[in-house]
């Protein structure tokens, strides 16, 4: 037995660290999902349908069982039957999860079968080679504005104050657009894969996934298991993005290794990650906004309509971008959605604030424009005292105070207003700005520290690092907490076995899971403080946030930034560059800037894209997407990103022991709007539609060679 004690060491938490996985992941020794070897492994290739509705007339099995290597061929005929009569923390399961329970078929890229085989190869072959008959019948993939069939929901529901139209009748200035986005997918670098097999009584799962716990927890009532006799890991996730939830991978992996008994893998293509992971709906949104002489809003409007699938319904709520945001006398949002024969939207970086804030901040630069008050100045004008909606205090807003520096490191103030002014031979030039937000959120999760007996302390807690370096963030702030070098802390994460914790999601996992961390931290360092000797098996506490967490008081917790763009469009080609970029914000202490500085930096670089390149195209003969893979689904690339900074101010959150938050997806929100608005600046035109693609520019009716006047596009 030996003792141990805490020294007081310098603050970790605010100094920049590289990962401390780093070196395992540069030298491939971090292995992911779909690497790690097991004996007998067996392999799944999934067979999706070809049509978008209808019914499974026949599998036509028996060819391919004869194949070499092949084991077995699951479809509705013969699958285990699953559980779906269950809640999960978020809500009622997507019904994708629940394969081969039935021959219904509700869109393009449903799963009809699993073929596993002795090698991928082998199973890749024989999927492709199983004919599935169908009987086909009309389907609906068109979405557009105006649908009578749009409906609002009871998740989430529509915001009225005031005399909405009153309002905007005695406003001096309106503005009355409307706006869309695409349908946006993911595209994590990682696939998606899992490994399932029966150990011991046990099934135990090896995932790339964004909470073990929950996709245990998941299983468990899928399958109809004790949830102790289901075990998830998912230590190293190439990226996430919302997308790595329960998925038919992980079900079809673990119902194979139920039925052969051997251990079984089953990895997503590319082109299959298009229907059975999520994207992020496409949006078309309509803001009205009224405003006195002075630019100080009388009427917010904020419409937004989305799509969703038959099976399931999920909401992009992107009208809820503006409710903490800007003071107005009459305020009205919602979010609509329709059911369309295509599959499941899901959550996607920034859900609902992303294409929220492009319809939105580009109607107050337009707003700004009639009014003819700077962008800045105009948010400034209208900053409110507490939620505009709401009524509640801010726990912090220091939106203004990100514009104030941003604008000093950008030189907003030598900015001409009018546009079509720069030019730098076939170049035009132009600037522009947005603001950002992201609700700040708290979840119950658990956490274990123990102090060893060679001195060093060992956490446990079900967190997930999905590239975003919490592995890390975790393991300095456990450092402060016990008051010793990170160096002595060994973080063991993503393992369902450690106890339910939030998923990471949200912007909220890091907050979530280090308020877990430092209350158990916390506790040991008091008892290690009372002196003796460390057994073998050392000491051990835990920690439950869920009653600190419950006991948090009402008000408008956000993150908030300011966005600035330049860009340079070809009036040649239609070609639109961003040459610079620039982000302020304000989002709670930042506990590692350097792999802080990286999510700011990657939320932009996602709102750039979003801007100017991605957009999945759905053929409405088939319901299926065109160019469903990297090379038809255009996203930003290393010669599309230019110098892009990120910085913020000081910005604890008084209600978080460590301050926190949350960066994970705010440096997305704006960050479109803020490009749409530098190409108006720099054409006299106003872009509405996402991307903002060279024929789009070309196609404007602007002369821009001469650029003769203010239109729309």
Same mark, same amino acid.
């Given at each position: 037995?030996?003792?141990?004690?805490?020294?007081?060491?310098?603050?970790?938490?605010?100094?920049?660290?590289?990962?401390?996985?780093?070196?395992?992941?540069?030298?491939?020794?971090?292995?992911?999902?779909?690497?790690?070897?097991?004996? =007998?492994?067996?392999?799944?290739?999934?067979? &999706?349908?070809?049509?978008?509705?209808?019914?499974?007339?026949?599998?036509?099995?028996?060819?391919?069982?004869?194949?070499?290597? +092949?084991?077995?061929?699951?479809?509705?005929?013969?699958?285990?039957?699953?559980? #779906?009569?269950?809640?999960?923390?978020?809500g009622?399961?997507?019904?994708?999860?629940?394969?081969?329970?039935?021959?219904?078929?509700?869109?393009?890229?449903?799963?009809?079968? &699993?073929?596993?085989?002795?090698?991928?190869?082998?199973?890749?072959?024989?999927?492709?080679?199983?004919?599935?008959?169908?009987?086909?019948?009309?389907?609906?993939?068109?979405f557009?504005?105006?649908?009578?069939?749009?409906?609002?929901?009871e998740?989430?529901?529509?915001?009225?104050?005031?005399?909405?139209?009153?309002?905007?009748?005695?406003?001096?200035?309106?503005?009355?657009?409307?706006?869309?986005?695409?349908?946006?997918?993911?595209?994590?670098? =990682?696939?998606?894969?899992?490994?399932?097999r029966?150990?011991? *009584?046990?099934?135990?799962?090896?995932?790339?996934?964004?909470?073990?716990?929950?996709?245990?927890?998941?299983?468990?009532?899928?399958?109809?298991?004790?949830? %102790?006799?289901?075990?998830?890991?998912?230590?190293?996730?190439?990226?996430?993005?919302?997308?790595?939830?329960?998925?038919?991978?992980?079900?079809?992996?673990?119902?194979?290794?139920?039925?052969?008994?051997?251990?079984?893998?089953?990895?997503?293509?590319?082109?299959?990650?298009?229907?059975?992971?999520?994207?992020?709906s496409?949006?078309? %949104?309509?803001?009205?906004? #009224?405003a006195?002489a002075?630019?100080?809003?009388?009427?917010?409007?904020?419409?937004?309509?989305?799509?969703?699938?038959?099976?399931?319904?999920?909401?992009?709520?992107?009208?809820?971008?503006? @409710?903490?945001?800007?003071?107005?006398?009459?305020?009205?949002?919602?979010?609509?959605?329709?059911?369309l024969?295509?599959?499941?939207?899901?959550?996607?970086?920034?859900?609902?604030?992303?294409?929220?804030? $492009?319809?939105?901040?580009?109607?107050?630069d =337009?707003?700004?424009?009639?009014?003819?008050?700077?962008?800045?100045?105009?948010?400034?004008?209208?900053?409110?005292?507490?939620?505009p909606?709401?009524?509640?205090?801010?726990?912090?807003r220091?939106?203004?105070?990100?514009?104030?520096?941003?604008?000093?490191?950008?030189?907003?103030?030598?900015?001409?207003?009018?546009?079509?002014?720069?030019?730098?031979?076939?170049?035009l030039?132009?600037?522009?700005?947005?603001?950002?937000? $992201?609700?700040?959120?708290?979840?119950?999760?658990?956490?274990?520290?123990?102090?060893?007996?060679?001195?060093t302390?060992?956490? @446990?807690?079900?967190?997930?690092?999905i590239?975003?370096?919490?592995?890390?963030?975790?393991?300095?702030?456990?450092?402060?907490?016990?008051?010793?070098?990170?160096?002595?802390?060994?973080?063991?994460?993503?393992?369902?076995?450690?106890?339910?914790?939030?998923?990471?999601?949200?912007?909220?996992?890091?907050?979530?899971? #280090?308020? !877990?961390?430092?209350?158990?931290?916390?506790?040991?360092?008091?008892?290690?403080?009372?002196?003796?000797?460390?057994?073998?098996?050392?000491?051990?506490?835990?920690?439950?946030?869920?009653?600190? +967490?419950?006991? &948090?008081?009402?008000?408008?917790?956000?993150? $908030?930034?300011?966005?600035?763009?330049?860009?340079?469009?070809?009036?040649?080609?239609?070609?639109?560059?961003?040459?610079?970029?620039? *982000?302020? /914000?304000a989002? #709670?202490?930042?506990?590692?800037?350097?792999?802080?500085?990286?999510? /700011?930096?990657?939320?932009?670089?996602?709102?750039?894209?979003?801007?100017?390149?991605?957009?999945?195209?759905?053929?409405? !003969?088939?319901?299926?997407?065109?160019?469903?893979?990297?090379?038809?689904y255009?996203?930003?690339?290393?010669?599309?990103?230019?110098?892009?900074?990120?910085?913020?101010?000081?910005?604890?959150?008084?209600?978080?022991?460590?301050?926190?938050?949350?960066?994970?997806?705010? *440096?997305?929100?704006?960050?479109?709007?803020a490009?749409?608005?530098?190409?108006?600046?720099?054409?006299?035109?106003?872009?509405r539609?996402?991307?903002?693609?060279?024929?789009?520019? &070309?196609?404007?009716?602007?002369?821009? !060679?001469?650029v003769?006047?203010?239109?729309?596009?």
């Open positions: 037995m030996t003792s141990t004690t805490t020294t007081t060491v310098t603050k970790a938490v605010g100094t920049a660290r590289t990962r401390v996985e780093g070196r395992e992941k540069v030298t491939g020794a971090a292995r992911y999902a779909g690497e790690v070897p097991y004996p =007998e492994l067996a392999h799944g290739w999934l067979v &999706l349908s070809t049509v978008a509705r209808g019914r499974i007339r026949a599998i036509e099995s028996a060819p391919v069982l004869a194949m070499p290597g +092949v084991l077995a061929v699951l479809h509705h005929e013969n699958a285990p039957r699953l559980n #779906g009569n269950y809640m999960n923390p978020i009622q399961p997507d019904p994708i999860a629940q394969v081969f329970q039935h021959d219904r078929v509700p869109y393009a890229g449903w799963p009809v079968a &699993l073929v596993v085989a002795e090698t991928p190869e082998q199973a890749r072959e024989a999927a492709e080679a199983l004919v599935v008959q169908y009987d086909a019948e009309p389907h609906d993939v068109a557009h504005p105006g649908r009578p069939d749009s409906y609002t929901t998740s989430a529901p529509a915001v009225q104050k005031g005399d909405l139209e009153a309002e905007l009748a005695a406003s001096a200035f309106v503005v009355d657009a409307r706006y869309s986005t695409p349908e946006e997918h993911h595209s994590p670098m =990682e696939p998606h894969a899992a490994m399932a029966w150990d011991g *009584g046990r099934l135990e799962v090896v995932d790339s996934n964004q909470g073990s716990r929950f996709v245990a927890d998941e299983l468990a009532n899928l399958f109809s298991l004790d949830p %102790q006799s289901v075990r998830v890991r998912s230590e190293h996730v190439g990226g996430g993005f919302g997308s790595k939830s329960t998925r038919p991978h992980s079900v079809l992996a673990a119902m194979a290794a139920t039925v052969l008994q051997r251990p079984v893998r089953v990895v997503l293509t590319r082109r299959q990650m298009f229907s059975l992971v999520g994207y992020r496409p949006t078309a %949104q309509r803001v009205r906004l #009224g006195d002075d630019g100080r809003l009388r009427a917010f409007d904020h419409q937004a309509d989305s799509l969703t699938s038959t099976v399931h319904e999920f909401v992009e709520r992107s009208a809820e971008y503006g @409710r903490a945001m800007y003071a107005a006398d009459a305020h009205h949002s919602v979010s609509r959605v329709v059911r024969d295509v599959p499941t939207p899901s959550w996607m970086r920034a859900p609902g604030e992303a294409p929220g804030s $492009f319809a939105l901040e580009s109607a107050l =337009e707003l700004a424009e009639k009014c003819g008050i700077d962008p800045i100045a105009l948010r400034a004008r209208n900053e409110p005292d507490v939620g909606v709401s009524g509640l205090p801010f726990s912090s220091k939106l203004l105070a990100c514009f104030q520096e941003g604008a000093d490191r950008f030189g907003w103030a030598d900015r001409d207003p009018r546009p079509g002014i720069r030019r730098e031979g076939r170049w030039l132009g600037t522009g700005t947005a603001a950002s937000t $992201f609700p700040t959120l708290s979840a119950p999760s658990t956490a274990a520290v123990t102090a060893e007996a060679d001195g302390f060992t956490v @446990r807690i079900t967190a997930a690092d590239g975003t370096g919490a592995r890390t963030a975790l393991t300095v702030i456990a450092a402060d907490a016990l008051e010793v070098e990170p160096e002595r802390i060994r973080m063991r994460i993503a393992d369902s076995d450690f106890g339910f914790a939030m998923i990471a999601g949200g912007s909220m996992g890091t907050r979530s899971w #280090g308020w !877990a961390i430092r209350v158990a931290a916390s506790e040991l360092r008091e008892r290690l403080a009372l002196g003796g000797a460390i057994a073998p098996e050392g000491i051990t506490t835990r920690s439950d946030t869920s009653q600190a +967490v419950g006991a &948090l008081t009402q008000k408008e917790r956000h993150a $908030f930034g300011a966005q600035f763009a330049e860009v340079a469009v070809d009036v040649t080609s239609g070609e639109v560059r961003v040459r610079r970029m620039l *982000g302020i /914000f989002a #709670g202490r930042i506990v590692n800037p350097l792999t802080a500085r990286g999510q /700011f930096v990657g939320g932009m670089v996602w709102g750039l894209s979003m801007a100017l390149h991605e957009e999945a195209v759905r053929d409405r !003969a088939t319901g299926g997407h065109v160019g469903a893979d990297l090379a038809g255009h996203f930003a690339a290393h010669a599309d990103v230019p110098h892009i900074e990120a910085d913020w101010v000081d910005d604890p959150d008084p209600d978080d022991p460590v301050g926190i938050k949350g960066i994970g997806e705010i *440096g997305v929100v704006g960050a479109a709007a490009v749409a608005n530098a190409v108006w600046h720099a054409t006299g035109v106003r872009h539609n996402l991307p903002i693609r060279p024929d789009r520019v &070309l196609l404007a009716g602007t002369d821009l !060679a001469g003769d006047g203010d239109r729309d596009a």
